[in-house]
């Protein structure tokens, strides 16, 4: 099936960095979101996107829909140790419409650095 | 806590049985998703459910079904059981079907086929 690529795979942050991330589609998407996933956990929605070019901010987070309909990217400033886990870029070509199904990226794994 | 329960938690079974997961979505929810998650193939969407219709259906395979009843819970039911299938599968809910809406993950039920 159809996939998001999403890079990086993973990185390895110190307390403070800032952090960035992307995904990118062959195919145009009217919605992009970014999950967070923790050990045991299931994905929890971070950031939703509907529009191109916005711009949205949650806290330390900030996500932008491109312009081209066609990526995505989020940035996490001043990260903390409880920013580790795995972020997921996911996108849908449904807006507004009678389905939901989204399209995931791989992931990227954010780590402490040892 | 998202709301939406999964059970159970974990299942092992062997190859060839069939097992059955089921999934409450959260209070005033009409959609339900069933996703699978597993190493190589990451987070790929299997079915939508919306008020006991199907609406969408991604890559799932022939052995696998799902429903939705009156009461609005999800069940997804796997037959002929293989190595492969072993994975994490999440529900995930929203309220109308549409990808606007944002969907809520359970903590996934992991299976595992021995």
């Known amino acids: 099936g159809q996939q998001l690529n999403q890079s990086p795979q993973s990185m390895f942050i110190q307390e403070g960095e800032d952090v960035s991330m992307n995904c990118t589609s062959s195919?145009?998407?009217?919605?992009w979101l970014w999950y967070k996933q923790d050990p045991g956990e299931g994905p929890v929605l971070l950031i939703a996107?509907?529009?191109?070019?916005e711009l949205t901010s949650n806290g330390r987070l900030t996500a932008q829909f491109g312009i081209t309909r066609k990526d995505s990217f989020l940035n996490i400033s001043a990260s903390i140790p409880s920013d580790v886990g795995i972020y997921f870029c996911a996108g849908s070509m449904n807006y507004g419409g009678s389905q939901g199904n989204l399209i995931f990226g791989k992931g990227t794994k954010l780590s402490v650095k040892p | 806590d998202s709301g939406v329960t999964q059970t159970p938690k974990h299942l092992i079974t062997a190859t060839g049985q069939r097992v059955t997961l089921r999934c409450s979505p959260r209070s005033g929810d009409l959609s339900v998703y069933w996703y699978q998650q597993s190493l190589d193939q990451g987070l790929q969407f299997l079915i939508q459910?919306?008020?006991?219709?199907?609406?969408a259906k991604g890559n799932i395979l022939e052995r696998f079904s799902a429903q939705q009843f009156p009461d609005l819970h999800s069940e997804l039911n796997l037959s002929s059981l293989e190595l492969g299938d072993s994975a994490l599968y999440f529900c995930?809910?929203?309220?109308?079907?549409?990808?606007?809406?944002?969907?809520?993950f359970g903590a996934g039920t992991r299976l595992s086929v021995l």
């Open positions: 996107l509907y529009k191109a070019g």
């Open positions: 995930a809910s929203s309220v109308g079907a549409g990808a606007e809406n944002i969907q809520y």
């Open positions: 459910y919306y008020n006991g219709e199907e609406r």
């Open positions: 195919s145009i998407f009217n919605t």
